[in-house]
């Protein structure tokens, strides 16, 4: 358990306006596997955004087995990046 102050979120509102390439990007320095997805200054819990289930979407090359956190999916998207240049 944590206390509700620790716990990295983001609002509804500025997901809805923000593509997942800005997300990861935002959140490379985040070393969590999961961020919440909050609403109404964030008193309510919209949802959950997992790092292994943002790899396995865009089809990264990284191992779901070991903690995925947003720094390795950012890492992944840049090498993907640098192979497609």
């Known amino acids: 358990m944590r206390f509700k102050a620790h ?3 983001i609002d509804w ?3 809805e306006q923000t593509s997942i390439r800005s997300l990861v ?8 596997q999961h961020i919440l997805v ?6 309510t819990l ?3 955004i997992s790092a292994s289930d ?8 990284v191992d779901l087995n070991l903690p995925v956190s947003f720094r390795l999916v950012n890492n992944a998207i840049h090498i993907l ?3 497609a240049a």
């Open 81 to 83: 990046d640098k192979h």
């Open 38 to 43: 909050t609403d109404n200054d964030g008193n």
């Open 25 to 32: 990007q935002t959140l490379a320095s985040c070393t969590e």
């Open 54 to 61: 943002v790899a396995r979407a865009l089809h990264l090359d």
């Open 7 to 9: 716990l990295k979120s």
């Open 46 to 48: 919209r949802g959950l």
């Open 13 to 15: 509102a500025t997901l």
